[in-house]
């Protein structure tokens, strides 16, 4: 089965600093892998998205992400944190390869805060 | 255009009683997935559905259900409530079924249960 693993639970920046949140994946074939981002009591939102195009993939805010196979890291990065950033960021992997396309498996999520 | 809309958004129940959780998709979403989001647990797949056909389930007991309607909206029911259901739903939208998971959310169903 698919997973992922969120390193860190809390991760903490100060504004303006580089913001990198570390999702790892298990996978025996290139997998479908998401980040999310939920804020305080809303829904979940995609930032980006890897689907076996581009390695380094540029979402909203911001935001990117780079898979890497030698590493099974697909690692979200922001150059400069801002406070509206503050949120719970949600690593997924999806179950494209059993028919299960819109069945995600998400990581246990890290809460970002940031600090001025 | 609206996003996906979940009512209610707050409720309570006690042990032992059931509840209906109602979702509407974004416009011309034909797939409906719910997820349950607990602290302990995190956020765990419940089911899909796509044109009123359950497509994926789950691992979770049969007391959890759910149902699409053929205008897609989609509601789950969760009988003989425990107070591990407890919980965020959280129902999510996407145009096609195999859309690669992105989905969109709606802001979630609150359930206490006492």
């Known amino acids: 089965a698919q997973s992922v693993t969120q390193l860190g639970s809390h991760v903490s920046v100060s504004e303006g600093a580089l913001v990198l949140l570390r999702c790892n994946y298990s996978?025996?074939?290139?997998?479908?892998l998401f980040w999310y981002v939920q804020y305080p009591n809303q829904g979940l939102q995609l930032l980006l998205k890897?689907?076996?195009?581009?390695?380094l993939v540029k979402g909203i805010n911001g935001f990117e992400a780079e898979f890497k196979k030698s590493e099974t890291s697909f690692h979200l990065t922001k150059p400069s944190a801002h406070m509206s950033d503050a949120a719970e960021y949600f690593c997924?992997?999806?179950?494209?390869?059993?028919?299960?396309?819109?069945?995600?498996?998400f990581g246990t999520g890290t809460q970002l805060k940031v600090e001025l | 255009k609206a996003g996906v809309t979940q009512t209610p958004r707050y409720l309570i129940k006690t042990r032992g009683q059931q509840v209906t959780l109602s979702c509407s998709p974004i416009?011309?979403?034909?797939?409906v997935s719910w997820y349950q989001q607990t602290p302990g647990q995190g956020l765990q797949f419940l089911f899909e559905?796509?044109?009123?056909?359950?497509?994926n389930k789950g691992n979770f007991p049969g007391r959890f259900s759910g149902r699409q309607f053929s205008n897609s909206r989609s509601e789950m029911n969760v009988s003989t409530l425990e107070l591990g259901d407890s919980a965020l739903y959280l129902c999510?939208?996407?145009?096609?079924?195999?859309?690669?998971?992105?989905?969109?959310f709606g802001e979630g169903s609150r359930l206490t249960v006492l």
């Open positions: 999510a939208s996407s145009r096609l079924a195999d859309h690669t998971g992105e989905l969109f």
């Open positions: 996978s025996s074939v290139p997998p479908y």
């Open positions: 890897y689907t076996s195009a581009a390695t």
């Open positions: 997924a992997v999806s179950d494209i390869l059993t028919g299960g396309g819109n069945k995600l498996t």
């Open positions: 416009s011309g979403h034909r797939s």
């Open positions: 559905y796509f044109s009123e056909t359950q497509r």
